[in-house]
């Protein structure tokens, strides 16, 4: 039978403790970059649903995307969106609707928790599908948390698909 030998402790020898370092020598903590404002998302949003319209060279296929609190409705914002979709002569190849469980803050916060927005993402990354854009009411129904809502806007932009809302940032 074998004996397990502990490790040494290392000690520094007396004298050379180190102090801490002085408040004006310390690395200055990580800051995330600013928030943009609503007319700069707004802004950033267009640019990238122009891309996506002229890289498709035809009618774009879509996806039209509802959020709901249990016991809500979704046929009212599946409905402005439908109206969305005509004016802006979109085809409209599905409809998704995700139900949050009640006092679920995870899911209404991060929206690839969602089971129907994960399968949108699927199929906006899918380069085998036609779909490629998401309309929806409004930012809150892919996240109430505008940093997240960033991270979505800069995942639609390196996708190369569209974000259509029906209500822009700036009308929230």
């Not at 800051?31 to 890289?55: E, G, H, S, Y």
């Not at 209404?108 to 036609?130: F, I, K, M, V």
């Not at 996240?143 to 806007?153: I, K, Q, T």
């Given at each position: 039978?074998?004996?397990?030998?502990?490790?040494?402790v290392?000690?520094?020898?007396?004298?050379?403790?180190?102090?801490?370092?002085a408040?004006?020598l310390?690395?200055?903590?990580?800051?995330?970059?600013?928030?943009?404002d609503?007319?700069?998302?707004?802004?950033?949003?267009?640019?990238?649903?122009?891309?996506?319209?002229?890289?498709?060279?035809g009618?774009?296929?879509v996806v039209?995307?509802?959020?709901?609190?249990?016991?809500?409705?979704p046929?009212?914002d599946?409905?402005?969106?439908?109206?969305?979709?005509?004016?802006?002569?979109?085809?409209?190849?599905d409809?998704?609707?995700?139900t949050?469980?009640?006092?679920?803050?995870?899911?209404?916060?991060?929206?690839?928790?969602?089971?129907?927005?994960?399968?949108?993402?699927?199929?906006?990354?899918?380069?085998?599908?036609?779909?490629?854009?998401?309309?929806?009411?409004?930012q809150?129904a892919?996240?109430?948390?505008?940093?997240?809502?960033?991270?979505?806007?800069a995942?639609?932009?390196?996708?190369?698909?569209?974000?259509?809302?029906?209500?822009?940032?700036t009308?929230?």
């Amino acid at each position: 039978m074998s004996t397990l030998t502990q490790a040494p402790v290392l000690v520094p020898p007396p004298g050379r403790v180190l102090p801490p370092r002085a408040r004006a020598l310390r690395p200055a903590p990580a800051a995330a970059p600013p928030l943009k404002d609503p007319r700069t998302l707004d802004a950033w949003r267009a640019t990238i649903n122009r891309t996506a319209v002229a890289r498709s060279g035809g009618p774009l296929s879509v996806v039209l995307y509802a959020l709901t609190r249990p016991g809500g409705d979704p046929h009212t914002d599946l409905a402005a969106a439908q109206q969305y979709a005509d004016a802006q002569r979109l085809l409209v190849v599905d409809r998704i609707v995700d139900t949050l469980a009640r006092d679920d803050q995870a899911c209404a916060d991060q929206p690839e928790l969602r089971r129907g927005y994960a399968r949108t993402l699927h199929l906006l990354g899918d380069p085998t599908s036609p779909v490629r854009g998401l309309v929806t009411v409004s930012q809150t129904a892919v996240s109430r948390v505008d940093r997240l809502y960033e991270a979505e806007l800069a995942r639609y932009a390196a996708l190369r698909v569209a974000l259509f809302l029906v209500r822009a940032e700036t009308e929230i």
